[in-house]
């Protein structure tokens, strides 16, 4: 396993890291437990959940592995999004954040937290109301850094100058969608990372599967993402399912297997190759997913394979339509 230093910051992460989002709904906390000890077993040191996800049974998951191991592990978690029916239950008002990093540490059943992140761009509180509170909780050894999810460029760079005008802890990572079908952030955010020197933590590496290769145009495949049974199905959906992506579907499983490598590897290897990524997050949703993910991860990708990803991407982007 490669580790890789969090932006500026002394923070070493596994370049692999967890994702936990799945953990108490399609992977159940028996198989989500033995999943993370196999994911350290490997070298794995990063772990990404959050409060809203699952109704917080995520974080209680997680905390339950952290006992006996917690400072073996980099934990990761977030606030913003609804985690309750209460008026404050979302958001980053300096209520809201203080009331959220609580119920996460006993949920989390830890007292701090090494990253915690704003999950997105909230606005209705000003940035430098929560950057204060966020700067409070790193003094009151809360919370070891802080991060943001799913800024644009222009966010990202707003919040850093507030922190350095005020003198506040600052965002030293951003967690945003990437790979070879989404590739917004190359506009103006990864460029912004890379100036100011700020981690990288990609999700959807693999497009929230797509790139697997499981569905045709008809219907999606049972179980997945794209299954209208799953809660998040039509944003999933709404992102991907396009006559476009499909076909570059198609090319890009012919370059796996032309090249002798897994959609996996080649999929998350096109994202890895990006000097401004730090650190991927992966949501195996099964043992037997992680393990082979796991396998795959060490296993090279030749350069010819990761040319021909770039063209099809450069493709895709080309012709596919324009997703908000």
């Known amino acids: ?23 108490g709904d399609q992977t159940d906390e028996p198989t989500a437990l033995r999943m993370m000890g196999q994911a350290v077993e490997a070298g794995v040191n990063f772990i990404d959940t959050a409060n809203s996800y699952i109704a917080g049974k995520s974080e209680e998951i997680v905390g339950k592995f952290l006992k006996g191991r917690r400072h073996d592990i980099v934990l990761a978690s977030k ?17 809201a954040v203080m009331k959220a990093i609580e119920d996460s540490l006993r949920r989390l059943q830890t007292d701090f937290i090494d990253l915690y992140q704003v999950h997105s761009y909230d606005p209705d509180s000003p940035i ?9 909780l790193v003094h009151q050894g809360k919370v070891r850094y802080i991060g943001c999810c799913n800024f644009a460029g222009y966010q990202l760079v707003k919040a850093l100058w507030m922190s350095d005008r005020r003198g506040l802890a600052r965002f030293d990572s951003v967690q945003p969608r990437y790979n070879m079908l989404y590739r917004y952030p190359e506009l103006e955010l990864l460029p912004a990372c890379a100036d100011e020197k700020v981690g990288v933590i990609v999700y959807s590496p693999m497009a929230g599967g797509f790139l697997q290769g499981k569905h045709r145009k008809e219907a999606a495949a049972p179980g997945t993402r794209f299954d209208t049974t799953f809660r998040a199905a039509q944003f999933y959906r709404r992102t991907y399912w396009n006559d476009v992506a499909f076909t570059a579907v198609d090319r890009f499983l012919a370059a796996a297997k032309q090249h002798g490598v897994s959609q996996f590897q080649l999929g998350a290897g096109w994202v890895r190759k990006n000097p401004v990524v730090t650190s991927l997050i992966v949501g195996a949703r099964t043992e037997e997913q992680l393990a082979s993910n796991l396998a795959d991860w060490e296993r090279p990708v030749p350069a010819e394979a990761l040319k021909v990803a770039d063209e099809i991407a450069d493709w895709y982007r080309d012709h596919a339509p324009l997703v908000a």
């Open 1 to 23: 396993m490669n580790y890789r230093r969090l932006g500026r910051t002394g923070l070493k992460v596994s370049q692999y890291c967890m994702g936990a989002d799945n953990f």
């Open 79 to 95: 606030c913003r999004s609804k985690a309750g029916p209460g008026l404050h239950d979302i958001g980053i008002s300096r209520k």
């Open 128 to 136: 430098d109301e929560a950057l204060r509170a966020f700067d409070d």
